[in-house]
């Protein structure tokens, strides 16, 4: 079960896959950021264990995606362009709130990127032109599947201390909120070839 409200348009995996090196350079970035992202979170929150523990554990995973990512670009004889950015990630993140709502907003903003490039990664692993990336790309959905679940499930672990009780069910109402607005940033970008 995804958190996604909507099906990325059909022809992004045309795009995506009629520049196969710009989309694999740009999902090495996106890893990479997956993984200075959760070191942060980790540095921002020293006084919280499980989520040091969680989110340290999926740095070294993300890191793993990103090395995957890197060789697939040498193996075709490529190196890594510049991180044009990620406007996308950008947007959702204009929407995280200041003060007592702020981490179960970055928190539920992680859930949704894990969960948009889950279901692109699923695209591209039905599609790509030889097995072995087909299969590479089907072992990573399904990682970011998991992660999907992992931010959502701290989320509401970290919305529950906050609010005594009836925490859950406003991070779940904020999930829901979010849930839109997301929906609503990834119909209105331009189909590239990047992850987003
Ligand atoms: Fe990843
Ligand atoms: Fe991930």
């Known amino acids: ?8 348009d059909p022809r992004w995996v045309e795009v995506a896959l009629s520049d ?3 989309t694999l350079a740009d999902h090495a970035h996106c890893e990479k950021k ?6 942060k ?3 921002d929150h020293p006084d919280r264990p499980g989520l040091v523990r969680t989110l340290a554990r999926l740095a070294q995973e993300e890191l793993q995606h990103f090395l995957a990512m890197i060789t ?5 004889g490529r190196t890594l362009p510049p991180d044009q950015g990620d406007p996308y990630v950008q947007q959702l993140l204009k929407l995280v709130r200041s003060g007592a709502g702020r981490l179960v907003d970055q928190l539920l903003v992680g859930a ?18 030889d097995e072995r990336l087909r299969e590479l790309y089907r072992r990573l959905a399904q990682s970011e599947a998991g992660h999907e679940t992992l931010f959502v499930d701290l989320a509401v672990e970290v ?4 609010a005594g009780g009836k925490g859950e069910a406003a991070v779940r109402a904020r999930l829901d ?11 209105a970008l331009p189909l590239l070839p990047r992850m987003h």
């Open 34 to 39: 997956a993984v200075a992202t959760a070191v």
């Open 177 to 187: 909120e979010l849930a839109e607005a997301e929906a609503a940033i990834a119909a």
């Open 112 to 129: 949704f990127i894990e969960a948009r490039s889950c279901e692109r990664m699923r695209l591209l692993g039905e599609r790509l032109p």
């Open 159 to 162: 919305g529950a201390e906050a």
């Open 72 to 76: 697939e670009v040498e193996r075709r």
């Open 20 to 22: 196969l090196d710009a």
């Open 1 to 8: 079960m995804t958190i996604l409200r909507s099906a990325t």
């Open 41 to 43: 979170l980790v540095a």
